[in-house]
């Protein structure tokens, strides 16, 4: 599996991003989808994820501004995120999970900052 996460950049406080990540490869196993933030010297902290069934979480930060979805036929997930703060700048990393490992794609940064 090979994933492809696009969408960062720079936005003002209240401004909107959407995030993409597009799954390639064996993508068919993929039960799970995510994404991740990490910021300079922190942890990587999951943000949103999606199971294939619909089912989504969030964390409690990005409640009610963010929202997850894919795209089954496109195996695409999308993060929207709307409302941001200057805390959510960060650098965001898709995730898929198989049974059998977790893979990542390639960061993509989002600043939020006037």
């Known amino acids: 599996v090979q994933l492809q996460a696009s969408g960062g950049g720079l936005v003002q406080p209240g401004g909107s991003l959407r995030l993409s990540c597009l799954a390639s490869?064996?993508?068919?196993?993929?039960?799970?989808m995510g994404w991740y933030h990490q910021a300079p010297g922190n942890q990587r902290e999951l943000v949103a994820s999606?199971?294939?069934?619909?089912?989504?979480s969030y964390s409690d930060s990005v409640k009610g501004r963010f929202t997850i979805s894919r795209d089954n036929r496109k195996h695409t997930v999308y993060l929207q995120m709307n409302s941001l703060k200057p805390e959510d700048t960060s650098v965001y990393y898709c995730i898929a999970r198989t049974p059998y490992r977790d893979y990542w794609g390639q960061g993509t940064q989002v600043t939020v900052s006037s």
């Open positions: 999606i199971l294939k069934n619909g089912i989504t």
């Open positions: 490869g064996s993508s068919g196993s993929i039960n799970y």
